[in-house]
């Protein structure tokens, strides 16, 4: 008898410990502070990003630092996760509706978000906002964090891919450096003069967010106006060929062996390729390479397009704070203090129509030809508008792998894309 | 003749293919001491000359890593504790003890082995969430602490150890918890020293979990400092290998110390 109740004395216990130890927890978030006697509330918010990892925390501290101190009464706790886990651990929060009251979300994410009812509506909030004015964002920037004619959040920055070109390269074949209205094949032309001695004339990834530029580049287009997909149109084949041919056909490009696991970056930067469509970025990154080097718009061949990635924030449906939240994002996108720091730092590029943020950051010295990247934005076209979009974007790169390493042509690789995204999209 | 043949032929198979397993921590270290720029050109002199410990000194200032490293060896220690407490107490339940749909209950036990992590994360998450445990130490530890395998793993052992000595220290007056912790657990050291490898490494390699579970620096582990050191266009490679050599380390202790009875236990297994 004594050691059965030992025994059940003993596993009562550790269950009791165990739960006690959890039970005894408050939830902090969201509570009003009694604590502190003033007329405002003591209202905690909590943010996600991915972008501010790893090195923009500092910049990230000092924007919170000055929203904090705009905004006595507000406080922010941040967490950064990395971009490669970021969507999973949000889904996670979304299903249990445990989401962060603002959050970081690129475009090509935002509108299954919205779809799916996780984002708060800030419509009414924003118009009753006196102080946000809506004519100090670029031009269509208010539309990208806008669903159904919803307001969701705010573009906090943009991105954008420009070519990159080793000029000491160009001088030692003699070449022409790129100009703006150079196409496919004055940059085949040039590619070919530059390959040799184990350097690569050009490098474009085959991969769906070169694609969608790319097509659109030759005319072509992934998806129609009313979003039905379009894959395998004459206009997508040709470019697709094209991105194949460069690399089998024309050995102007790397093929993935010939890369061995080394990044187009880092090979530009060490000099082994000499022309590289890669992000602005890349910027601050490239800055101590040993070599010259400019940037200059991408060679279209029928129309000329760059890549536009835009990052916003957003808050989430089931916050509590919607007052708190909206004046963080108003913050992030649109304060001059957070803006300039954004330059500053190298932190992509905010959407204001400001001539002081276009002259701080023109101002950087390398490389000389900066103004591409506002250049690139006026031909900028931002990633299809499609639900499930990782699905989409997973199903296509399964085709373009297979007609890179020639198991499939361009065309039956397209036809399999198109029949699968059809199956996703209806 | 023939036998020292062959063994040369074996021994030069083990050291190639020691080297092809090593190759990469070699590259690793290389690179944590020195830059990410040495792998183009690594030859001996350049890497003597690169030498240096500028990127350890870099993640533990720009970063949080002290804590980080703590914050891992606390989940894992405290998991691991736990594991081999409970689970040794469990297997032992199962082997000796007869009672009441005993073998159903086991057999439950193990099924439960069979269900992927993926399909029980999310409930597990909420649960943590209703419990107001999420982003504490609590949620990052108890999980982990109640495994199906370890039960299993020392069930096996228990049962292996021959009942002539639990019923001598009977005979000898002891109650039932001073046979558990003073005769039977010391016999099982094999089995426990398995359990602790395998735990603390499950615990110190976990990601997805801690991934869920944790909000903030206080509370986050070395894997997910790993991710977070990995840019969303681009990788800082030199800072990324110092930081896994880091967290390589301590596991690596673990095992050295734990391997003898490693060895033991996996051949105790096989040979009863």
Avoid at chain 1, 39 to 44: D, G, I, K, L, M
Avoid at chain 2, 141 to 158: I, K
Avoid at chain 2, 183 to 201: D, Y
Wanted: net charge negative; glycine share 6%; charged share 20%.
């Amino acid at each position: 008898m004594k050691r059965k109740l030992a025994a059940t004395l003993l596993g009562i216990t550790l269950v009791a410990t165990t739960m006690l130890t959890g039970c005894g927890k408050t939830n902090e978030s969201g509570k009003v502070d009694d604590g502190k006697n003033t007329s405002n509330e003591e209202v905690t918010i909590k943010y996600a990003t991915y972008s501010a990892g790893p090195d923009h925390i500092k910049d990230l501290e000092a924007m919170i630092d000055e929203f904090e101190k705009q905004n006595e009464n507000i406080n922010v706790e941040y967490e950064v996760i990395g971009f490669n886990d970021y969507f999973t651990k949000l889904q996670t929060q979304a299903t249990s509706k445990t989401l962060p009251d603002v959050f970081e979300i690129n475009y090509e994410n935002f509108v299954t978000y919205a779809n799916n009812g996780v984002l708060k509506d800030v419509t009414e909030i924003a118009k009753s906002d006196e102080t946000f004015d809506e004519s100090v964002l670029t031009k269509g920037a208010i539309d990208h964090f806008k669903y159904q004619d919803k307001l969701y959040g705010l573009t906090e920055k943009f991105s954008n891919v420009v070519m990159y070109y080793n000029k000491d390269l160009f001088d030692a074949a003699g070449l022409e450096y790129p100009k703006p209205d150079w196409t496919w094949k004055d940059e085949l032309k040039a590619a070919q003069a530059l390959t040799k001695d184990g350097v690569y004339g050009t490098y474009s990834p085959v991969q769906y967010n070169e694609l969608y530029k790319t097509v659109a580049q030759n005319g072509g287009s992934l998806f129609d106006a009313e979003g039905k997909p379009t894959i395998n149109s004459k206009e997508n084949i040709e470019a697709v060929q094209w991105m194949i041919d460069k690399m089998n056909k024309y050995n102007v490009q790397p093929t993935p062996e010939q890369m061995s696991g080394k990044s187009p970056e880092d090979m530009f930067k060490n000099g082994e390729i000499a022309m590289l469509r890669t992000g602005s970025w890349m910027l601050g990154v490239f800055a101590d390479a040993p070599f010259n080097w400019d940037i200059a718009l991408e060679p279209a061949n029928t129309d000329k397009v760059h890549h536009v990635f835009v990052d916003g924030i957003v808050a989430s449906a089931n916050t509590k704070h919607a007052d708190a939240a909206w004046k963080f994002i108003k913050f992030m996108s649109v304060d001059p203090t957070a803006t300039k720091l954004r330059v500053e730092s190298g932190w992509d590029l905010p959407v204001v129509d400001n001539e002081e943020v276009r002259e701080s950051f023109l101002n950087i010295e390398k490389p000389e030809s900066r103004e591409v990247i506002f250049e690139a934005l006026e031909t900028g076209i931002v990633p299809p508008t499609v639900l499930n979009y990782s699905r989409v974007q997973d199903k296509i790169n399964e085709e373009l792998s297979k007609a890179v390493i020639g198991q499939v042509t361009v065309e039956e690789g397209l036809n399999e894309a198109q029949a699968k995204v059809e199956k996703i999209v209806k | 003749m023939k036998t020292k043949k062959n063994n040369v032929v074996v021994y030069i198979m083990l050291i190639l293919g020691a080297i092809v397993m090593i190759i990469p921590f070699v590259w690793m270290t290389i690179v944590a001491f020195t830059n990410q720029d040495i792998t183009y050109n690594m030859t001996f002199k350049n890497v003597i000359n690169a030498w240096s410990l500028d990127n350890f000194k870099n993640i533990f200032t720009s970063y949080n890593t002290g804590r980080y490293l703590f914050n891992s060896m606390f989940v894992a220690i405290v998991t691991t504790l736990g594991q081999i407490l409970i689970c040794s107490m469990s297997g032992f339940v199962f082997a000796r003890i007869d009672f009441k749909h005993k073998d159903k209950i086991f057999l439950l036990y193990l099924a439960t082995m069979m269900i992927p992590i993926q399909a029980t994360i999310i409930p597990q998450y909420i649960l943590m969430n209703k419990m107001n445990l999420i982003n504490t130490f609590t949620a990052l530890v108890l999980p982990g602490m109640f495994s199906a395998f370890g039960t299993f793993l020392m069930r096996q052992h228990f049962a292996n150890i021959p009942k002539a000595l639990e019923e001598a220290a009977c005979l000898d007056g002891a109650g039932f918890i001073r046979v558990f912790f003073q005769v039977m657990l010391p016999l099982a050291k094999p089995g426990i020293s398995v359990l602790a490898v395998t735990g603390f490494m499950a615990a110190w390699n976990d990601f997805l979990w801690p991934l869920l579970v944790s909000s903030d620096d206080t509370h986050t582990t070395l894997p997910l400092f790993l991710s977070q050191l990995q840019g969303r266009w681009y990788v800082n490679w030199s800072e990324l290998m110092a930081a896994t050599l880091i967290s390589v380390i301590p596991i690596l202790i673990v095992y050295l110390f734990a391997q003898r009875y490693f060895i033991e236990g996996i051949q105790n297994t096989g040979i009863k």
